[in-house]
């Protein structure tokens, strides 16, 4: 097979084909880079805290032939400088999508025809698991809503009807001011780049994604790629394309004078790991998009594990050990096994239509959907406890599950009629929150985070009519997102005592935009202040002041104090009064922790003795503490009952009663207390250990109201 | 007086007198409850971070309640002794790290006399008896020991000081955490209090403290210990622990014990105590107090 850098194919002129250093991304956005979504999707996290490493590699010989028989024996992986070993390996066909951003400016418009023979050519190496979108570019670029594997789909929208304007849906956004929207002569090459760059970015599907921009080399609009000048381009969009791992090909057509551009665009495709082109000959597009497929269809999957620091900022390094041969290699963005699961499109909207069905179906059996399978979601349904077979699943198959469960929910709601759509898309979206739950303290395998697999499933539920068993959903979530957002991910809750935790904006932003859709569904719902709170009080903002930090902490409290105790109560799961009950306990610690005990108190006198069990533990603790503060050690010992009483022998309160007690002069019955608390085996459940994450209290609850709403 | 008090008087100074252990496990059974009867004060006397040595009672002078008290004196040494292991299990300590670590408890055990006892609490978020008291010397049953979870350090040593009061013997505490606890309710003001209390004698081998919440803590754990008679001590903490571990209990063997029985003091309640030398140069550690019940 022919790779794509072949110097002997006619009329090719190459300009650059080998990169064999990368260097690994940063791990932030850049400047001015977009933050949200596009096209409906939704974009990946970046874990940048993981040591995993996953890198696709080309390899060439001296005449630039891929080549296809290297054994792991035959690879050098350098970090660094420093060489490790490979622990995962394979040369066989590893699923990609790819983004075709076509030119489609003045210069450009006659070669439409031609551009659909090579995207033809393209989707024709395509093996199960492969899927393509298709951009169109001149001064806005636009993209297909999806991804698909279906050749007509693909062909469809590679149509000059997109450049008229005529398919709404398809705008992207206005990189551009307005008045270069009408330019159909101009050529804005490095936004139509960032605008594929930010489309593969989405797909969550695939593990290896790769954007093929096609132009005549040349952006006439002056603009530079966002964040950065044109001179810039290529720099601002390797950060980019590297943030996710993606690799950028590129093919030049006409003329083979040098230009600014085509440097550029030589340099960001030899940075990423792909590889540019220039043709002399336009005819020679559809060949080039074969070899393009193919040389992916070859590429080498290695995993392996850096050492130590940060992989965002190291230098990793593939070499070829036997001589005469080199490499293009660039890291890709999961960090688990890359899975072979057939992925083919993701509807963008919750029950796609039947058109859609017919276009994307699946074309592999349940066995390769990781664990979800119609069987498995038909006994879910019915109340079976498939729970027991474990949920909680190794990265390679919650990658899976999860992609699995997004590929065949659609068709699982449909094959139970119309009738059964709400109350089946409750059932996918309660077996998401349980695959949620069930892998709530282990690291996702990227792209994939809980927060967008259950903002998938809020899209879904979002999508069927208000009812109470969608807003016991939208709790539950909220219930599981506050913990996947408070508690770190390998670790236990952080003690409330002592906030030290590194503040992960990102996630408390993510939590607060789901909190916001179950309030825009459920205004009347007292709880989503309370969840605000809780998050802003766990992840509060930067302060350089103890009375800034101090409201910080209480502002979310505040703001659930001032909702009128008089709103109605019918219906919600819980009342605004013990909302409130619960915010004043909770702002009592915080008053505790910046030394306002008498402050406390008044609280937890205005809060009153609260029923719930686990609030009352708290509450108990909190006066207790305040009390001794206060030298009350008598009151303080009344108040420590309290808790005790609500959870006995849990050991913070039991250990903060004996204590108490000592300093009461009893120090008998402390001691017999405590030495009691020692020997429990198991020891009892312990609120304290939940007061970071409180409204998971109410889950176990919530999901069996939802389990018995979703039977038939 | 009450009758049980004359009890736990004669079963304290027979004990003190003797050396000799009473059966493992018989703690509870004939604990000294700080009566006004006899009250056990252990004493560390330090030159700089010397120990002195050769000290005998008319060295000292102890007030109870501003009241100067005849005072009997012993070594510790010459004791027999009660050990607290108060040992981190959190998730740091897992895979090698824990093995290695019931290799140093093991150690620690067989450091110990016959006559000494051991007692091995373990913590990750909760904290459990591991083992009940135990004689010295004996093989320590640890492989049932798991690792994982959360860092309850203060909430492990609060629980030691107040599950195992000052009994009828010296007794010392050793924790050791490897981590920044992230877990607890109890902090460490409150942990310097109750040893303050105790009269145990606490000793920390701790990872050093990046944050500075973890210094502030370290600080207040520091003068806990340093007033109970005992000391905290920083660096390699797992490969470092049986030898952080004989450093303490060599340095608590040199110390004192003062006995007394209280005169001119009759209320009950919590007595402030003073123990000082003659020789004001030196520095002196003792319990503040005890509780007359």
Request: charged share 20%.
């Given at each position: 097979m022919v790779p794509f850098a072949d110097r002997r194919l006619p009329g090719l002129v190459l300009w650059l084909v080998v990169a064999a250093m990368v260097a690994a991304s940063a791990s932030h956005v850049p400047a001015g880079a977009p933050q949200s979504g596009t096209a409906g999707g939704v974009r990946p996290a970046f874990h940048a805290e993981s040591d995993a490493v996953w890198m696709a590699a080309t390899v060439l010989d001296e005449a630039g032939r891929l080549v296809t028989d290297l054994t792991k024996d035959d690879f050098e992986v350098l970090d660094n400088g420093q060489s490790r070993d490979v622990s995962f390996f394979r040369n066989d066909a590893v699923p990609f999508s790819i983004v075709v951003m076509i030119d489609m400016s003045g210069s450009m418009l006659g070669a439409l025809p031609l551009a659909r023979r090579a995207v033809s050519e393209l989707v024709t190496?395509?093996?199960?698991g492969d899927r393509a979108n298709v951009g169109l570019f001149a001064g806005i670029p636009t993209v297909a809503p999806r991804f698909s594997a279906n050749l007509q789909t693909i062909l469809g929208w590679v149509s000059v009807d997109r450049i008229a304007g005529s398919c709404r849906q398809w705008a992207y956004r206005p990189l551009l001011p307005p008045e270069a929207a009408g330019k159909g002569g101009v050529t804005a090459l490095w936004n139509a780049i960032e605008c594929g760059i930010e489309t593969a970015a989405v797909d969550s599907e695939t593990p290896r994604r790769v954007v093929l921009v096609v132009s005549d080399g040349e952006d006439t609009m002056g603009l530079g790629p966002p964040g950065g000048a044109p001179q810039d381009a290529a720099a601002v969009l390797t950060k980019l394309a590297a943030q996710y791992g993606i690799m950028v090909y590129a093919i030049g057509i006409r003329g083979p004078e040098p230009s600014s551009s085509r440097e550029q665009l030589a340099k960001l495709a030899a940075n990423t790991g792909g590889g540019y082109a220039q043709l002399?000959?336009?005819?020679d597009l559809p060949e080039m998009f074969a070899r393009v497929g193919e040389e992916l269809r070859h590429q080498y999957i290695f995993g392996f594990t850096a050492g130590g620091a940060d992989v965002s900022a190291r230098t990793f390094e593939v070499r070829v050990r036997r001589p005469g041969l080199s490499t293009r290699a660039r890291r890709v963005s999961v960090h688990s096994a890359p899975p072979v699961m057939v992925a083919t499109s993701i509807p963008n909207s919750p029950v796609p239509t039947a058109s859609e069905e017919s276009v994307d179906a699946p074309r592999l059996g349940d066995a390769a959907l990781g664990a979800v399978s119609f069987s498995r979601l038909d006994a879910y349904e019915r109340g079976e406890a498939i729970e027991a077979s474990g949920l909680s699943l190794a990265p390679m198959d919650l990658f899976a599950a999860v992609q699995g469960l997004r590929r065949m929910a659609p068709a699982w709601i449909r094959a139970g009629g119309t009738e059964a759509v709400a109350r089946r898309t409750l059932a996918v979206a309660t077996y998401a929150l349980d695959l949620v739950d069930q892998n709530s303290r282990v690291d996702w395998p990227e792209p994939i985070t809980p927060y967008d697999f259950v903002e998938w499933a809020c899209s879904m539920v979002r999508g069927t009519p208000a009812s109470p068993a969608e807003r016991s959903w939208q709790l539950a979530s909220t219930a599981l997102l506050e913990r996947v957002t408070v508690m770190p991910r390998a670790g236990s809750p952080i003690g409330a005592l002592q906030p030290d935790v590194p503040i992960s904006l990102p996630a408390k932003n993510r939590f607060t935009a789901h909190v916001r859709h179950g309030e825009e569904r459920?205004?009347?719902?007292?709880l989503w202040g309370l969840a605000r709170a809780i998050v802003a009080d766990a992840l509060p903002e930067f302060a350089e002041t103890r009375a800034g930090q101090r409201a910080s902490r209480i502002k979310g409290y505040e703001n659930v104090l001032s909702r009128p105790t008089v709103f109605g109560t019918d219906g919600q799961f819980t009342s605004v009064s013990l909302v409130q009950q619960e915010a004043r306990v909770r702002m009592a610690l915080v008053e505790l922790v910046f030394g306002n005990s008498e402050a406390a108190l008044r609280l937890l006198d205005q809060a009153g003795t609260p029923d719930d069990p686990a609030l009352r533990y708290w509450y108990g603790l909190f006066k207790g503490r305040a009390l001794e503060t206060a030298e009350r050690s008598a009151d303080a010992v009344a108040a420590y009952r309290i808790a005790f009483a609500a959870y006995p022998y849990a050991q913070a309160a039991t250990t903060a009663l004996g204590a108490a007690l000592v300093t009461d002069h009893q120090s008998t019955e402390a001691s017999a207390l405590v030495s009691r608390m020692l020997l429990l085996r198991p020891p009892p459940s312990d609120p304290w250990f939940a007061y970071r994450t409180?409204?998971?209290?109410h889950w176990p609850d919530l999901r069996r109201e939802l389990r018995s709403a979703i039977k038939p | 007086m009450k009758s049980g008090h004359i009890i736990a008087c004669v079963t304290v100074l027979g004990v003190l007198a003797s050396g000799v252990s009473g059966v493992a496990g018989r703690q509870n059974a004939s604990q000294f409850r700080a009566t006004t009867d006899v009250v056990i004060v252990p004493v560390s006397v330090k030159s700089g971070t010397r120990v002195v040595p050769g000290l005998t009672a008319v060295d000292f002078e102890l007030l109870d309640e501003g009241i100067v008290q005849d005072v009997t004196l012993r070594m510790v040494e010459t004791l027999p002794i009660d050990v607290t292991l108060v040992v981190d299990t959190s998730g740091s300590v897992r895979g090698r790290a824990l093995e290695q670590f019931k290799g140093n408890v093991r150690r620690i055990a067989e450091t110990l006399q016959v006559n000494d006892r051991l007692r091995l609490l373990t913590f990750a978020a909760n904290v459990s008896d591991a083992s009940g008291l135990q004689s010295g010397g004996v093989a320590l049953d640890v492989e049932r020991i798991e690792a994982g979870g959360a860092t309850s350090f203060y909430t492990a040593l609060a629980a030691a000081v107040v599950a195992f009061p000052l009994a009828e013997r010296p007794q010392f505490i050793f924790g050791f955490s490897d981590g920044a606890d992230n877990m607890s309710f109890e902090q460490p003001g409150q942990v310097r209090s109750l040893v303050l209390r105790s009269g145990n004698a606490l000793y920390l081998q701790m990872g050093q403290s990046r944050s500075a919440p973890g210094r502030e803590a370290e600080k207040v754990l520091r003068d806990a210990a340093e007033r109970s008679g005992g000391a905290l001590y920083t660096g390699d903490v797992t490969a470092g622990l049986p030898e952080g571990f004989e450093r303490a209990l060599t340095d608590f063997r040199t110390s004192y014990v003062l006995t007394y029985t209280p005169r001119g003091v009759s209320r009950s309640g919590w007595h402030n105590i003073v123990v000082r030398t003659k020789e004001r140069k030196y520095t002196v550690r003792a319990r503040s107090g005890y509780d007359a019940e």
């Amino acid at each position: 097979m022919v790779p794509f850098a072949d110097r002997r194919l006619p009329g090719l002129v190459l300009w650059l084909v080998v990169a064999a250093m990368v260097a690994a991304s940063a791990s932030h956005v850049p400047a001015g880079a977009p933050q949200s979504g596009t096209a409906g999707g939704v974009r990946p996290a970046f874990h940048a805290e993981s040591d995993a490493v996953w890198m696709a590699a080309t390899v060439l010989d001296e005449a630039g032939r891929l080549v296809t028989d290297l054994t792991k024996d035959d690879f050098e992986v350098l970090d660094n400088g420093q060489s490790r070993d490979v622990s995962f390996f394979r040369n066989d066909a590893v699923p990609f999508s790819i983004v075709v951003m076509i030119d489609m400016s003045g210069s450009m418009l006659g070669a439409l025809p031609l551009a659909r023979r090579a995207v033809s050519e393209l989707v024709t190496t395509f093996m199960p698991g492969d899927r393509a979108n298709v951009g169109l570019f001149a001064g806005i670029p636009t993209v297909a809503p999806r991804f698909s594997a279906n050749l007509q789909t693909i062909l469809g929208w590679v149509s000059v009807d997109r450049i008229a304007g005529s398919c709404r849906q398809w705008a992207y956004r206005p990189l551009l001011p307005p008045e270069a929207a009408g330019k159909g002569g101009v050529t804005a090459l490095w936004n139509a780049i960032e605008c594929g760059i930010e489309t593969a970015a989405v797909d969550s599907e695939t593990p290896r994604r790769v954007v093929l921009v096609v132009s005549d080399g040349e952006d006439t609009m002056g603009l530079g790629p966002p964040g950065g000048a044109p001179q810039d381009a290529a720099a601002v969009l390797t950060k980019l394309a590297a943030q996710y791992g993606i690799m950028v090909y590129a093919i030049g057509i006409r003329g083979p004078e040098p230009s600014s551009s085509r440097e550029q665009l030589a340099k960001l495709a030899a940075n990423t790991g792909g590889g540019y082109a220039q043709l002399t000959n336009r005819d020679d597009l559809p060949e080039m998009f074969a070899r393009v497929g193919e040389e992916l269809r070859h590429q080498y999957i290695f995993g392996f594990t850096a050492g130590g620091a940060d992989v965002s900022a190291r230098t990793f390094e593939v070499r070829v050990r036997r001589p005469g041969l080199s490499t293009r290699a660039r890291r890709v963005s999961v960090h688990s096994a890359p899975p072979v699961m057939v992925a083919t499109s993701i509807p963008n909207s919750p029950v796609p239509t039947a058109s859609e069905e017919s276009v994307d179906a699946p074309r592999l059996g349940d066995a390769a959907l990781g664990a979800v399978s119609f069987s498995r979601l038909d006994a879910y349904e019915r109340g079976e406890a498939i729970e027991a077979s474990g949920l909680s699943l190794a990265p390679m198959d919650l990658f899976a599950a999860v992609q699995g469960l997004r590929r065949m929910a659609p068709a699982w709601i449909r094959a139970g009629g119309t009738e059964a759509v709400a109350r089946r898309t409750l059932a996918v979206a309660t077996y998401a929150l349980d695959l949620v739950d069930q892998n709530s303290r282990v690291d996702w395998p990227e792209p994939i985070t809980p927060y967008d697999f259950v903002e998938w499933a809020c899209s879904m539920v979002r999508g069927t009519p208000a009812s109470p068993a969608e807003r016991s959903w939208q709790l539950a979530s909220t219930a599981l997102l506050e913990r996947v957002t408070v508690m770190p991910r390998a670790g236990s809750p952080i003690g409330a005592l002592q906030p030290d935790v590194p503040i992960s904006l990102p996630a408390k932003n993510r939590f607060t935009a789901h909190v916001r859709h179950g309030e825009e569904r459920y205004p009347e719902e007292p709880l989503w202040g309370l969840a605000r709170a809780i998050v802003a009080d766990a992840l509060p903002e930067f302060a350089e002041t103890r009375a800034g930090q101090r409201a910080s902490r209480i502002k979310g409290y505040e703001n659930v104090l001032s909702r009128p105790t008089v709103f109605g109560t019918d219906g919600q799961f819980t009342s605004v009064s013990l909302v409130q009950q619960e915010a004043r306990v909770r702002m009592a610690l915080v008053e505790l922790v910046f030394g306002n005990s008498e402050a406390a108190l008044r609280l937890l006198d205005q809060a009153g003795t609260p029923d719930d069990p686990a609030l009352r533990y708290w509450y108990g603790l909190f006066k207790g503490r305040a009390l001794e503060t206060a030298e009350r050690s008598a009151d303080a010992v009344a108040a420590y009952r309290i808790a005790f009483a609500a959870y006995p022998y849990a050991q913070a309160a039991t250990t903060a009663l004996g204590a108490a007690l000592v300093t009461d002069h009893q120090s008998t019955e402390a001691s017999a207390l405590v030495s009691r608390m020692l020997l429990l085996r198991p020891p009892p459940s312990d609120p304290w250990f939940a007061y970071r994450t409180p409204l998971y209290r109410h889950w176990p609850d919530l999901r069996r109201e939802l389990r018995s709403a979703i039977k038939p | 007086m009450k009758s049980g008090h004359i009890i736990a008087c004669v079963t304290v100074l027979g004990v003190l007198a003797s050396g000799v252990s009473g059966v493992a496990g018989r703690q509870n059974a004939s604990q000294f409850r700080a009566t006004t009867d006899v009250v056990i004060v252990p004493v560390s006397v330090k030159s700089g971070t010397r120990v002195v040595p050769g000290l005998t009672a008319v060295d000292f002078e102890l007030l109870d309640e501003g009241i100067v008290q005849d005072v009997t004196l012993r070594m510790v040494e010459t004791l027999p002794i009660d050990v607290t292991l108060v040992v981190d299990t959190s998730g740091s300590v897992r895979g090698r790290a824990l093995e290695q670590f019931k290799g140093n408890v093991r150690r620690i055990a067989e450091t110990l006399q016959v006559n000494d006892r051991l007692r091995l609490l373990t913590f990750a978020a909760n904290v459990s008896d591991a083992s009940g008291l135990q004689s010295g010397g004996v093989a320590l049953d640890v492989e049932r020991i798991e690792a994982g979870g959360a860092t309850s350090f203060y909430t492990a040593l609060a629980a030691a000081v107040v599950a195992f009061p000052l009994a009828e013997r010296p007794q010392f505490i050793f924790g050791f955490s490897d981590g920044a606890d992230n877990m607890s309710f109890e902090q460490p003001g409150q942990v310097r209090s109750l040893v303050l209390r105790s009269g145990n004698a606490l000793y920390l081998q701790m990872g050093q403290s990046r944050s500075a919440p973890g210094r502030e803590a370290e600080k207040v754990l520091r003068d806990a210990a340093e007033r109970s008679g005992g000391a905290l001590y920083t660096g390699d903490v797992t490969a470092g622990l049986p030898e952080g571990f004989e450093r303490a209990l060599t340095d608590f063997r040199t110390s004192y014990v003062l006995t007394y029985t209280p005169r001119g003091v009759s209320r009950s309640g919590w007595h402030n105590i003073v123990v000082r030398t003659k020789e004001r140069k030196y520095t002196v550690r003792a319990r503040s107090g005890y509780d007359a019940e």
